[in-house]
């Protein structure tokens, strides 16, 4: 069974930084196609960025400039750095993986294991 965790949220000024972590146990990392995804309260769940050794990287164009997503596979840890953060990134974020590479990556539909989520506040 995977599991995963994630770490490194906090409070923030408008134009921060902050870089969460997703450390993974229980399978086969390397193989796995990773995302990261946030929820605002009163909103549904809205896809990130995702990453994998076979697609590479891609971006909401909400965050694309201003995020990157990164893995080290010898960790096991998927990491999703932040700049210039706004009032509007404020949310809930949770890190995703999958086996599946079949499918569209910003489907929360697509991912089998989730972290728990660590909140991210951004004030202006």
């Known amino acids: 069974q995977v599991q995963l965790v994630d770490a490194g949220g906090g409070l923030v000024q408008a134009g921060g930084s902050l870089r969460l972590s997703c450390a993974a146990s229980?399978?086969?990392?390397?193989?796995?196609?990773m995302g990261w995804f946030r929820q605002a309260p009163g909103k549904e769940r809205e896809f990130v960025a995702t990453i994998s050794s076979t697609y590479g990287t891609y971006y909401a164009d909400s965050v694309k400039g201003r995020f990157t997503i990164s893995r080290d596979n010898a960790k096991n840890t998927v990491y999703l750095q932040m700049n210039s953060l706004k009032s509007e990134d404020t949310a809930v974020y949770y890190c995703a993986g999958t086996r599946r590479y079949a499918g569209n990556p910003r489907e929360v539909s697509l991912y089998d294991y989730w972290g728990q989520g660590t909140q991210v506040t951004v004030s202006s």
């Open positions: 229980g399978g086969t990392f390397s193989t796995y196609r």
